[in-house]
């Protein structure tokens, strides 16, 4: 059962560098999300999306766009890599609850 | 300001020992959600409380939500080392989902 995809697993970047994350889900799901997950601070939501063609900007969207490929796929891309941006981030998708999560992807901005 | 905190926010007990974590509003929620999360993995739901007072078990696992829903309480009755984990609460507000800090929790062989 694959669930929520994300790739890479590892990303290692130079600051200002370019990257996208992919996420794609197999369930079906209306609502995808973005967050990041940092030490201490729980998670964030950087950019959500409750539909397919719509988007919206979550806590902490500063340095990030998404794109809604279709129904399947959610994708974040950082433009110009900082290192306040090395962090793990997680995707989700939901139907109606609960969030159902991918296993990650962490990325360091050297 | 955090709108969900989490309690104690690390823990390491002895397997056998029981244990109690919290998770704490000052905002009214529909109900609050608590998962679980390994390392390398996202977070699992392990439970969804929706009515003020309502208490869940799960085998050794006892959520309680309070009465007033803004705020909820874990316990573990006679840990095991499969428990050791990241704890996390969260309340969904519209179409989102607003997490707690954490607790980790660490299970002593």
């Known amino acids: 059962n694959a669930g929520v995809t994300q790739t890479p697993k590892f990303q290692v970047l130079k600051t200002g560098q370019s990257m996208t994350l992919q996420c794609a889900q197999d369930m079906n799901h209306n609502s995808m999300y973005w967050y990041r997950q940092d030490p201490g601070m729980g998670l964030r939501l950087i950019y959500y999306s409750a539909s397919e063609g719509t988007t919206d900007k979550g806590e902490v969207p500063n340095g990030y766009n998404v794109s809604r490929l279709n129904k399947r796929e959610f994708s974040l891309r950082l433009e110009s890599a900082a290192p306040s941006q090395t962090s793990v981030y997680f995707c989700?998708?939901?139907?109606?609850?609960?969030?159902?999560f991918g296993d990650g992807t962490r990325l360091s901005i050297l | 300001t955090q709108l969900l905190e989490q309690s104690p926010q690390f823990l390491s007990i002895q397997e056998g020992e029981n244990l109690t974590v919290y998770c704490n509003s000052s905002s009214v929620f529909s109900s609050l959600q608590w998962y679980r999360q390994e390392p390398g993995e996202g977070p699992v739901l392990l439970v969804t409380?929706?009515?003020?007072?309502e208490v869940k078990k799960l085998k050794r696992l006892t959520f309680q939500f309070g009465d007033a829903r803004k705020d909820s309480s874990l316990h573990i009755t006679a840990a095991q080392p499969g428990d050791t984990g990241l704890y996390l609460c969260a309340g969904p507000r519209n179409e989102k989902l607003t997490f707690g800090t954490g607790t980790r929790l660490t299970i002593i062989p």
């Open positions: 989700a998708s939901k139907a109606n609850q609960p969030q159902h």
């Open positions: 409380v929706v009515t003020g007072g």
